[in-house]
């Protein structure tokens, strides 16, 4: 978010009024009884443990709820809350502090939270599922492409110039936010870094945009293929009639995604330069001059399928002709 906003400036006047060397990380302990002498006992142990990590600071603060079943402990955490220290030091009390002490109770059951633990879920939550999301997108546009245009060479060239967008998208965002530059012009404040679910997001939402119009422009190089042409004039005519439309909707987009940059939070900035730099390049350096060289490079083994797929289904590629109206015989009525 800029650093001119309102909610900006609050937050660092209450930072600096209220300065603090520790972050918290909050134990809670759910257990028949959290009130009594062993819970003290589990607790000063907590406190022996927390001061011979050398990861856990004081104070210590404990808060239960008044059936005496749940406890919150909130220690501070080493480091600014979201470096390495800190998550060095949440990995030690979920580890060994916090179930080797208070953990002890009998039917206890311990959990750790805070910001910097939340943080940490969060992206092993993301990191998790990004092959996962990355095979399933990259799987099923493959063969979507192999079924529609029986080609093998065809879904998987296809496939890698979707890709080529997406790094376009991710270079510009580390150029832009990650690198600072034209930090005045969008008006932000670089962190060093991008956010984290923006890779992801970015991913799934240009392979949708840019499969969109290649399938569009791949039916009619492949109509002009059915019609016997020779494969260098079936690309040169399905990009000729694709340009136009194609560059108009580049064109749009572009507009409409560059206006997101304009908006204070810094997510949809790098939302909006993302999409925008993303479509740009696919519809110019991509849709324009590699899929075309590519294609006529390769000629007529674009349209290579193993004997083995023959089983696939035939899609015809072809737009449908305007019929003739219908002549409409009318009686002949002599003139006076």
Known sequence: MSPKQPTVRTFVAIAEAFPTEVVPAEVVVQAPSVRGPRFEAALAAFRRAA???GRLREPIEVRVNPAGTVAVVTVGLAGNGSDRTSESAVDTLRATVAPDTLGKLAGATVAVGGDTAENMDFNTRLSDSVPWVFGFVLGLAFLLLLVSFRSVVVAVTGVVLNLFSVAAAYGMLVFVFQDGHFESALDFKSGGGITNWMPLFLFIILFGLSMDYHVFVLSRIREGHDRGLPTRQAVSEGIGRTAGVITSAALVMVAVFALFA????IS??????????????????????LLPALMSLLGAKNWWLPRWLNWLPQVAHDLPEAPTPAREDRELVPAA
């Open 51 to 53: 001061a011979a990590s």
């Open 262 to 265: 304009t908006l204070p939070l």
């Open 268 to 289: 949809t900035k790098e939302l909006g330069i993302g999409l925008a730099a993303a479509v740009l390049l696919d519809a110019t350096i991509i849709r324009a001059i």
